[in-house]
């Protein structure tokens, strides 16, 4: 399939950029190796976890939460947080759940992509929002380490 951007992850960072590209009116997919949403909201569920810096630095400048139900809110509660702005925003038919890019290839004039079922996506553009708690694959180039 064809694109004119590929998001890779849908986390904070890949919600945002399919709110935006839907709106700019841009052919567009997200690929997201989980089977739900959330990147480190989803990934983090233990006892206790709450956030470390205010909430409201885990909103959307165009979608305020004003009922965080304190300065420094639970996971759970973050999570929830995204599932409603994307489920309001219509981001769900735009993504491929269960679907981790295993490979990633300027080919002349287009990004191409493969899944780990051997899938091929083209994209003029490739958006990593990936997160940190993704494993880097760094490409083994010669004088990386100096770099």
């Known amino acids: ?5 590929i998001v890779m992850g849908c986390g904070m960072s890949g919600i945002l950029a399919g709110i935006h590209l839907k709106n700019s009116g841009k052919k567009f997919i997200i690929l997201e190796k989980a089977d739900t949403l959330g990147g480190t909201w989803r990934d983090n569920t233990y006892p206790g976890l709450t956030c470390d810096v205010p ?5 959307y400048s165009f979608e305020p939460n004003p009922e965080w139900s304190r300065i420094l809110p ?5 999570q929830q947080y995204f599932k409603t702005v994307f489920d ?5 038919e735009y993504v491929k759940f269960n679907t981790e890019v ?14 780990q079922s051997g899938a091929l ?5 490739v958006i990593a929002a990936t997160g940190v708690l993704h494993h880097p ?7 990386l380490e100096q770099f």
Do not use: C, F
């Open 1 to 5: 399939m064809k694109y004119d951007v």
């Open 121 to 125: 996506y083209e994209g003029q553009t």
């Open 102 to 115: 295993v490979r990633a290839e300027w080919k002349g004039d287009a990004w191409e992509l493969e899944d």
């Open 88 to 92: 309001k925003y219509g981001i769900g």
């Open 74 to 78: 639970p996971g759970s509660e973050i």
């Open 137 to 143: 694959n760094y490409p083994k180039l010669k004088g």
């Open 55 to 59: 909430s409201h630095a885990y909103t």
